[in-house]
């Protein structure tokens, strides 16, 4: 069985921070593309950070800066420390695992919110 699960959401003021974690499961972490994905109402669900299993990384322009993603293949985690938060970053914020070089052998988690507001 596969699970990714995200954690770290919640409520912050503009300018605060952040921190993210998506743990997995069930799968070979090492070998993964791992990313996260924002969704916030009436938009479509947008790439904000990736990072390769070689640990190559890129970012959203928009956030590029302010996020940071990291993986422990030790732990299998990845993570998205966020600092400098807007209001424009309000969103449900999803995990996403893709095994690179395999056609459609990809997982999401649930979600987790992110809201900054005064």
């Known amino acids: 069985q596969v699970q990714l699960v995200e954690s770290g959401g919640g409520l912050v003021q503009p300018g605060g921070s952040l921190r993210l974690s998506c743990a997995a499961s069930?799968?070979?972490?090492?070998?993964?593309?791992m990313a996260w994905y924002r969704q916030a109402p009436g938009t479509q669900r947008e790439l904000v950070a990736v990072?390769?299993?070689?640990?190559?990384?890129n970012y959203k322009d928009s956030v590029k800066g302010r996020f940071t993603i990291s993986r422990d293949n030790a732990n299998n985690t990845v993570n998205l420390q966020m600092n400098s938060l807007k209001p424009e970053d309000t969103a449900r914020y999803y995990c996403?695992?893709?095994?690179?070089?395999?056609?459609?052998?990809?997982?999401w988690g649930q979600g987790t919110q992110v809201t900054v507001s005064s």
């Open positions: 996403k695992a893709d095994r690179e070089r395999v056609f459609r052998a990809d997982y």
């Open positions: 069930g799968i070979i972490f090492s070998r993964y593309t």
């Open positions: 990072i390769t299993s070689g640990g190559i990384t």
